[in-house]
Structures are given as structure tokens and as C-alpha cells.
């Protein structure tokens, strides 16, 4: 679960500071740099599983595709300071298993993260294969007694925080960096083994400028096995980007049993689930949910072809007539993957979603906003098997989406200018509304006031929404502010 995230110098991300709940709606206008956020999460993510280049060429760039990694650093005019930094606070899992199926357990399980890279001053010569350079990488743990000074959205101590904050360490980072006589840059990671006195086992050296990855992602449960656990949450961060064309495709019997980033895998998912519980139970399950969207669905399920050996997404509507994924509409097909996600106790981390209302009639925007809140973990529960370590990011310019969540859960993405060696740049701000517990833990956060707030409201979308059952209290439209939008 990551907490906060700080950024500098990456897109038009400059002196970024965001912290995070279960759940995140950030709104803004379109090219305001809102998905500038969820690719420099992506990054992050990326970078625990692959080379730094890879990492950078699977970003999106300005123009949505990305063949060069200049494109990712912060620039005024055509001059880039060519320097990235991170830093992440995490809540990772208890327990990994690494790329040799070697089980491992964190000492400690609240993290801090951070990275700062380098663009070559050669690589504009084409001298090093790699343009990428680690300056910085650090890991060290947040003890425990001052989760509450860190996790300042509501949840319940004991049930849920002392569930999944746990552990102890005292001393030495896991991942540490020091700087030789000649200037270069030493990234050592330490066991997690410690003496009497605090003091961390061995310690395995690398020096910076000769390594494409960063340490944390060759890490194992055998070197250091809170860096494994911390290296698993960062994988398990992902922007999910579903595509129809992959959701309507049917699966072989040996497929991924996993939903994939673009939707594909679905009906496998679906099929592992019912082996874990009652195949009708999950069923039915997914048939109320899918019927709060679409109105009355008798019954989902998977079809199994063992002659050809696929597995086919099937729905039954009201008047018996059974469909295949193929014959299903965009919004539909979307809304069931999300449903399965929900009910799938394997899905853990961190889940990135733009516009999820696309797809979705105006009037069910609420209920696929309840969905997705449902999702995440709900602070307020034990922290288990039915509750699962999931967090959830949204982001929109729909005013519908806007008004139908909590007001502690909205960001509000917009333009802003500062000043850099004299020179005036542009840059995006996160400001949330007043009295909220991000400002609370951060007094410097910036704060959007309702009236610039009320910018991305429709009233007709108002009157709209306040016949529908509201589930959850504190929303945005529930405001006094509004009552003079719906006055008849």
C-alpha cells in the first residue's frame, strides 16, 4: 500500500508531495498532468522488475508513447535539469516469495523508499548503452510507533493497523548508499540479520554507476528478505488499461489464472475463484453486482470446452438468454473485471484506473464508484483474507465522479507556476479540501477552497444524482455549499 509519494523532476511532477488512502479520487482538467501521477508510479514499479531503461521506455512520454527517456525529466524550455528523484512510503506484505521460490519474511513491513537517477551528461553522445544512472537508493523502515504520525486517514488501531504494521528494527537501512573519495556512488545492501547492538550482517556492495538495475530489484529472500517483500508490493503496483478486445477473448485451460493489466485472462480469473469457494456462491455473487449496473442478470458463469480446452465468459440476462463475453457491451465487460478483482483475495497493491467512467451510463456512475471503493481496504475492518491489503486511484474530469465520492478521498489536480534559477516554469499541484486529514499530517499541503471546487459540478448532474441511494455519507454533493443548485 503506498502512503505517500514524493517526486521531483519528473514530467511536470516538481516538489510533489501526495499522501494516500485506501482509496483516491484525483480530479482535474484534461493535460493538467493528472496521469503524469500514475506513470510515475508506474516507473517506480517498473524499475522493480526491470532495467532502468526498460523501465523509462515503457512510460508514456508528452506525446503518449515514449522511444527515448529525456522525455520523462522535467524541462524548462529545452533545458532539463536530468535529475529524478522519489520517495515512497509503503506498507508492503508480511511475506515473498523471489524468482527462485525462496519464501522469505520482512522484519518490518512500514518502508521508505527512495530513488534518485540521472541522465548521463555522454548519453546525448550515444557513448553508454545505458543513459540511465543511480544516484541515490535507499531503503530504511518507519517504526512502528510512529505509524500514526504517517497513516493519518481514519482506521481502526488495533483491528487493522497493528495487523498489517508489524515488526521491529533498529540501526542500518536495508538499502543504503554511500559516496567514495573520487566521487562515485557505493549502493550496498544489508542483511537483515542484526547483532546484539543493532548492527546489520553483511552487507553486499555495488557500485552505482556500473548497474542498469536498481538493487532492489535483483533483491532475494535469502540477501535481504524485507527488500524481496518490498520489491513484490512495488511489482504489484499497476495502471489497469481495459481493453474490450482483451476482455471478450476466451482462455485455454493452461492460461494465467490472473486478470492481466488490459483486461485478458478474464474468464481463467473467474475459473480459479470458483475453485477456491462454491462455484454458485461466486456466481451469484458477480450476478447482483453486475445487476446493480445493468439491471436484472440471472447468472454468470464459465463455460468450459474440454474438447477444445477454453473457458468462455458467459452471462444470462432477465429473459434467459445467455451471452458469450464476445456479444457483451464495453462498460459491462469492464465492470465484471472489476467485480472479479473484488472478490479475488490473491489481488493485492496498488490498482491505477483513468476515467472509469467511460462506458458508463451517467446515472451508474455511482455504483461503479461504490465498486471500486468496495475494492480497496477498508481501514475501518480487521485487515485479513476478506480484507485485503488493496488501495485504489482514480483518476477523472467527470464532475458525476467528483460528486459522488467522499470529499476526504478527492485531490484536486490544477496548473500552477513557480521559479527555477530564474526562470518561470509550469508545474501541477494536488490540493485537497479544507479540514481533511491530508492536512492534518502535512501543513504545508495545498488546499482547493469549495468554490474552485464547485468548478467541476454540474448542477443538472446534481439534481440528477440525489434521487440515488447514497451508501456512503460525506460526499461531495451532500455539501450545504450545493443546496442552492438544487433549489426548485
Known amino acids: 500500500m503506498l502512503t505517500r509519494l514524493k517526486v521531483n523532476g519528473f514530467k511536470n511532477l516538481v516538489g510533489l508531495d501526495v499522501r494516500f488512502g485506501p482509496f483516491t ?183 552505482s554507476s556500473t548497474l542498469p538495475r536498481t538493487v532492489l530489484s535483483s533483491s532475494t529472500a535469502a540477501e535481504s528478505p524485507t527488500a524481496l517483500c518490498a520489491r513484490r508490493e512495488m511489482q504489484s503496483w499497476r495502471l489497469l488499461q481495459l481493453e474490450p478486445t482483451a476482455l471478450r477473448q476466451p482462455d485455454g485451460f493452461a492460461s494465467p489464472t490472473h486478470l492481466e493489466s488490459n483486461g485478458a485472462h478474464l474468464p481463467a480469473n473467474l475459473a480459479r475463484l470458483t475453485t477456491r469457494d462454491e462455484p454458485e456462491r461466486v456466481y451469484c455473487q458477480l450476478a447482483n453486482r453486475l445487476s446493480e449496473l445493468i439491471g436484472s442478470v440471472r447468472r454468470i458463469r464459465v463455460d468450459r470446452d474440454d474438447k477444445r480446452e477454453l473457458l468462455t465468459l458467459m452471462m444470462t440476462s432477465s429473459d434467459e438468454t445467455e451471452l458469450p463475453a464476445r456479444a457483451l457491451s464495453d462498460g459491462t465487460l469492464r465492470f465484471l473485471a472489476l467485480s472479479v478483482l473484488e472478490l479475488d483475495p490473491e489481488t493485492s497493491g496498488l490498482i491505477c484506473l483513468e476515467e472509469p467512467e467511460n462506458g458508463i451510463h451517467p446515472d451508474r456512475i455511482p455504483v461503479i464508484l461504490q465498486l471500486l471503493q468496495d475494492i480497496a481496504t477498508d481501514p475501518n475492518e480487521p485487515a485479513d483474507a476478506s480484507n485485503p491489503l488493496r488501495q485504489v486511484i482514480i483518476n477523472t474530469h467527470s464532475p458525476s465522479v467528483v460528486m459522488a465520492v467522499p470529499d476526504s478521498s478527492i485531490l484536486l489536480a490544477k496548473p500552477a507556476k513557480d521559479i527555477l534559477a530564474g526562470r518561470e516554469f509550469n508545474k501541477v499541484i494536488f490540493a485537497c479540501l479544507p479540514a481533511n486529514w491530508r492536512t492534518k499530517s502535512n501543513p504545508e499541503q495545498a488546499m482547493v477552497t469549495k468554490g474552485e471546487l464547485l468548478g467541476y459540478l454540474n448542477p443538472a448532474a446534481i439534481i440528477r444524482h440525489r434521487s440515488s441511494p447514497a451508501r456512503r455519507s460525506n460526499r461531495v454533493i451532500d455539501h450545504p455549499e450545493l443546496g442552492l443548485f438544487v433549489a426548485s
Open 25 to 207: 479520487c484525483i480530479a482535474g482538467a484534461n493535460g493538467v498532468g493528472k496521469s503524469n501521477l500514475f506513470d510515475a508510479i508506474r516507473f517506480l514499479s517498473l524499475t522493480a522488475n526491470h532495467s532502468l531503461l526498460e523501465a523509462a521506455l515503457r512510460v508514456r512520454d508528452d506525446a503518449g508513447q515514449n522511444n527515448e527517456v529525456r522525455g520523462l525529466f522535467h524541462r524548462i524550455g529545452s533545458e532539463s535539469d536530468g535529475r529524478i528523484s522519489f520517495e515512497a512510503e509503503m506498507i508492503v506484505p508480511s511475506h515473498a516469495v523471489d524468482d527462485l521460490g525462496q519464501a522469505g519474511k520482512a522484519t518490518t513491513t512500514f518502508l521508505r523508499y527512495s530513488l534518485v537517477i540521472r541522465l548521463r551528461p555522454t548519453a546525448s553522445k550515444g557513448a553508454n548503452t545505458n543513459p540511465l544512472e543511480i544516484l541515490h537508493e535507499e531503503l530504511v523502515h518507519i517504526k512502528k510507533g510512529d505509524a500514526h504520525e504517517h497513516l493519518r486517514f481514519e482506521h481502526d488501531v488495533r483491528e487493522w493497523r497493528d495487523r498489517v504494521v508489524t515488526g521491529r528494527r533498529s540501526g542500518v537501512a536495508f538499502i543504503s548508499t554511500t559516496t567514495r573519495g573520487d566521487g562515485g556512488h557505493i549502493i550496498k545492501l544489508h542483511q537483515d540479520a542484526q547483532d546484539a547492538k543493532g548492527s546489520g550482517g553483511r552487507a553486499f556492495e555495488r557500485a
